[in-house]
């Protein structure tokens, strides 16, 4: 049938159309990936926009999939995705044979899935299956309606995202603006992946006055009168949607309309034929796309006549018809006649609909069943949907789905029965539910939600919990972030005398992988070895045991034998990877890349290793939790060895799983530390401040990482006071055996103090510094008894510590700024390394002594951060460089002071990015960052990022010398 009649022109989209077809194809290579989400109000145009951009995506040869997400929270898991298979297939022949088999098999494995821990491996196998349907063409997937999508297709979404593979992909999505209200879950993805190179967001606006009336002329035929067409503007406001069902009015005489959408719509409504209005309110309460064959149920019409109303109300515009079923042409007329049918009538209405799903099982959909008899007011009926529904949610690792309807069959469950007998609930032991719901919650990292559910379970304060019970809870908790009430949980189980040997060894081998992550080895150590032995005594115990292992041989390797203990963690992986379980193998894998990169300081092997982990827990569907945590280690490894780039797509990439509570955390930290590296005070700001929230409990694993990087910011800022006390706190609040983090912690207290002297902003504390003294002096004795990759880790920081200090006893020593660059060097540790080639050269200028060996400090400085992109650290060694009058690029020019030709002129630019030379280009059109966001999709914070980086990079301090730069390079 066809979807519309009297279609209106696309007016006021050109520039949109032409940036969506770059975005998403043009400017994309093999194996890159893009998506641009197209944001705006309801029926500012989205849905069109998409279409217009599919039809000539589809002309340039690209593989378009579409669908469109339901509108209801608890749909379907991946149900947009079924859709746009679905619909691909229809449309293709016999002679594309091929590319059918492809789509059919990935049909055939979403319907024979098995649940697993994660949906890690059904995304993998998605991706091959999508590239199978390429077949090496550009392939887009088009999503409607994406606020609201479910939780397992932004899964998917992100997962594709990340570009593993060779697919070139792209993602053009269409959300409603004012449905992303509160904690709406799509509205911090949002947020999120506006900040990432391959996302953008389109802001789609109204039309302004000079658009709104050509589209009010092109419907009408002729230009209107200046009345009408400002009569139209006001109630319009330029949405367009609302602009040409105004403009029809006016065209086909209609008046006496007012001026309201309610009015408009009960108006196109009120004018149809009988049959025609039941059809439309039928639509409107049901869950779209609404099929023929169930709409003919619900209003048993004969299908002639069906058919005749159908058609009316396609004509009235008000219903679009597609081979799936009908939708309304906009879900404002929902929200219209949802006022306009009494409550018995809605419920009439939604029982009608239950009951045509039920006679038809080949066509049921449980999600649909259970929302129709929930506002039929049959809880009866829909409980049994509800948890049919979460079963088969939790089947395609729709975790988020599930615990929807977990939750909504817990308040079936209560809900009074006032129909007839049979409409009764089943009878269904309430602690079950809450049990699924608490699971779910936790596994969709709702993690304060499970704990909520479990508090229920256990049956109040008054209730003594059983052992499992409290195993679970802290579970729950560590995930949580929240590490001090958890190792207290797992001590209770270990004291209680009514706990069985596996739950005691259960609860030692986890409060050992606890303590591990907290930093108190020797205490992880103890408990691994308890652990081992109640799991000695326990058949079956593989996880108890691999997680024990992991913890002693971490524990051994940092305090006594770092071979012995790194054997120790490798038998543990082994044993992992023999018995198969995909939680024993991700402890494994994230416990040795940690060794590695972490007391060990063997980075290059650690980075290696965390990424093949990631790859691998990623097929064993852990992908949102452990793959996550692996990528951040990696991460940490790329920033020390000075690959910030690369560490900058690692985090991206694990960030677009959306990870939540102590996974969430530490990605985060590893952003902030890229973040505070290239000054972007905002980002590191909103990070920790989102860490900071998390850690409602957390002990030094994350508690510590987070004050320093927070002392590192201050300074960058000038705020020498914040630091201190940011440090002043971490070694309050420490437990950590950790001396390489406390040597850490307290060089950058004694670089606050130094700071603080330098610039005499705030006086310096001489008993914060003689507490720093200290802990320094305490540091350097354990490391000297430490395993000697420990000493050598904390030494570095011991070295920085010293120099500071002849900082605060005077002008600085050369000497053991000296040692610190040799220090840094030796581990190829980039940023320490130049930071302390800038303080080796400010001491050498403040005795005005070897200023050519201060000038060569300073070049390789700013050669070394100027590769890291530390902006900070650069403006200060330009700041030392302008004072001592040293020049820090040599620029070569011809004869006659004049550039000519292709030489030295042209390479001035081949310091800069693609992308720094595209802001560059705007910059010298004269646009203010703002304006460059808007055309290239980037956020105007991230544009200001990149002029500094563009001014750091040609050596200038204003828009108007990069832009004589950008020209005269141009010009060439």
Not at 184 to 189: F, I, S, Y
Not at 635 to 641: P, W
Not at 941 to 963: E, M
């Amino acid at each position: 049938m066809a979807t519309d009649v009297d279609t209106a022109p696309l007016v006021g989209r050109a520039d949109q159309l032409t940036a969506l077809r770059s975005a998403l194809l043009d400017d994309l290579g093999p194996g890159q990936t893009a998506a641009v989400f197209v944001n705006g109000e309801s029926g500012v145009g989205k849905t069109r926009l998409l279409h217009e951009v599919e039809a000539r995506l589809r002309d340039a040869g690209a593989v378009v999939l579409t669908g469109s997400c339901l509108d209801i929270g608890d749909a379907s898991p991946l149900h947009p995705v079924l859709q746009a298979l679905r619909r691909f297939d229809a449309e293709l022949t016999a002679t594309q044979a091929r590319t059918s088999s492809a789509v059919r098999g990935l049909l055939r494995m979403f319907a024979e899935e098995t649940a697993t821990p994660d949906g890690g491996a059904l995304l993998e196998r998605v991706s091959r299956g999508l590239s199978l349907i390429a077949e090496g063409r550009p392939l887009v997937l088009v999503l409607d309606d994406l606020q609201w999508v479910d939780r397992s297709t932004r899964q998917l979404l992100l997962y594709l995202l990340a570009g593993l593979g060779d697919l070139q992909l792209s993602v053009l999505a269409a959300v409603r603006a004012e449905s992303l209200q509160g904690a709406h879950p799509l509205r911090r993805v949002l947020t999120e992946l506006r900040r990432l190179r391959s996302v953008r967001v389109l802001d789609l606006a109204p039309l302004d006055r000079a658009d709104t009336d050509r589209l009010v002329a092109a419907i009408v035929g002729t230009p209107a009168t200046p009345e009408a067409a400002e009569q139209v503007w006001q109630r319009s406001g330029g949405n367009p949607f609302v602009v040409e069902e105004l403009a029809r009015d006016l065209r086909d005489g209609r008046d006496g309309l007012s001026d309201t959408l309610r009015e408009i719509f009960l108006s196109r409504v009120d004018a149809l034929p009988q049959h025609a209005h039941a059809v439309v309110h039928a639509v409107a309460a049901g869950v779209e796309p609404v099929e023929h064959w169930l709409l003919a149920e619900v209003l048993g019409l004969p299908e002639q006549e069906l058919i005749e109303a159908a058609r009316a109300a396609v004509a009235h515009r008000l219903l679009v018809g597609a081979d799936d079923g009908y939708r309304l042409r906009h879900r404002l007329v929902a929200e219209v006649l949802a006022h306009e049918l009494l409550p018995a009538e809605r419920s009439a209405l939604h029982r009608r609909y239950a009951e045509a799903l039920t006679r038809a099982p080949a066509e049921l959909h449980q999600a649909r069943l259970a929302h129709h008899w929930r506002l039929a007011g049959e809880p009866g009926r829909a409980l049994p949907a509800a948890m049919a529904a979460a079963r088969e949610a939790e089947r395609l690792h729709g975790f988020a789905e599930a615990h929807r309807h977990w939750s909504v069959a817990l308040q079936l469950a209560t809900t009074p029965v006032t129909g007839p007998a049979e409409a009764a609930p089943v009878q269904v032991d309430r602690a079950v539910l809450l049990e699924h719901a608490a699971e779910t919650a936790h596994q969709c990292g709702e993690h304060a939600r499970a704990l909520s559910l479990l508090a229920e379970l256990a049956g109040g304060d008054d209730v003594e919990p059983s052992c499992a019970l409290r195993i679970r809870r802290a579970r729950y908790l560590a995930a949580a972030g929240r590490s001090a009430p958890a190792e207290a949980e797992y001590q209770r189980v270990l004291e209680a005398v009514d706990c069985t040997s596996r739950e005691r060894a259960t609860a030692a081998a986890r409060l050992a992988e606890l303590l591990l992550h907290l930093g108190r080895y020797a205490d992880a150590g103890v408990r691994a070895r308890e652990a081992l032995e109640l799991a000695a005594e326990v058949d079956g115990s593989t996880t108890e045991v691999v997680l024990a292992s992991s913890a002693l041989g971490f524990s051994e390797a940092f305090l006594e034998d770092p071979d012995a203990g790194l054997a120790v963690v490798r038998r543990a992986l082994e044993i992992a990877e023999r018995a198969g379980g995909p939680e024993d193998v991700a402890c494994a894998y994230l416990h040795l890349a940690e060794l590695l990169t972490g007391p060990l300081n063997i980075l290059e092997e650690g980075v290696v290793v965390a990424r093949r982990g990631a790859e691998r827990v990623a097929e064993l569907g852990l992908g949102r939790t452990y793959e996550t945590r692996l990528l951040a280690i990696a991460t940490n490894g790329l920033f020390r060895v000075g690959q910030w780039a690369e560490a900058e797509k690692v985090v991206a990439a694990a960030l677009r799983h959306r990870p939540s509570g102590a996974d969430a955390v530490e990605l985060l930290l590893a952003r902030c530390r890229l973040s505070v590296g290239y000054g972007d005070v905002e980002a590191s700001d909103r990070d920790l401040e989102a860490v900071a929230t998390v850690l409602a409990g957390g002990g030094a694993r994350h508690v510590l990482p987070m004050l320093i990087l927070r002392a590192g910011l201050a300074m960058w800022q000038g705020r020498h006071d914040l630091a201190r006390q940011a440090v002043q706190r971490g070694l309050t609040e420490s437990r950590s055996d950790d001396v390489v983090l406390l040597a850490t912690l307290a060089w950058h207290g004694l670089r606050a103090e130094a700071e603080a002297h330098a610039s005499r902003t705030v006086p310096v504390d001489e008993t914060v510094v003689r507490r720093l003294r200290e802990v320094v002096d305490r540091v350097a004795r354990k490391s000297a008894h430490a395993v000697r990759p420990v000493r050598l880790g904390a030494e570095g920081f011991l070295a920085l510590c010293t120099a500071e200090l002849s900082r605060l006893d005077g002008r600085g020593d050369p000497d053991l700024w000296a040692r610190s660059v040799a220090e840094w060097d030796r581990r190829n540790h980039p940023y320490p390394a130049a930071y302390s080639r800038l303080r080796q050269a400010e001491a050498l200028l403040a005795r005005r002594s070897r200023s050519a060996t201060a000038a060569k400090l300073l070049r390789r400085a700013y050669e070394m951060a100027q590769g890291l992109g530390a902006v900070p650290l650069t403006s200060e060694i330009r700041t030392l460089a302008g004072r001592a009058r040293v020049e820090l690029e040599e620029r070569a020019q011809p004869a006659g002071g004049r550039a000519t030709g292709a030489g030295p002129v042209s390479d001035e630019l081949a310091v800069l990015t693609a992308r720094e030379r595209e802001v560059l280009a705007a910059v010298a059109e004269g646009l203010t960052n703002k304006e460059i966001g808007q055309r290239l999709f980037i956020s105007e914070r991230t544009i200001g990022v990149h002029v500094s980086h563009i001014f750091d990079k040609l050596q200038v301090r204003t828009r108007v010398q990069a832009s004589a730069i950008h020209l005269r390079n141009r010009a060439d």
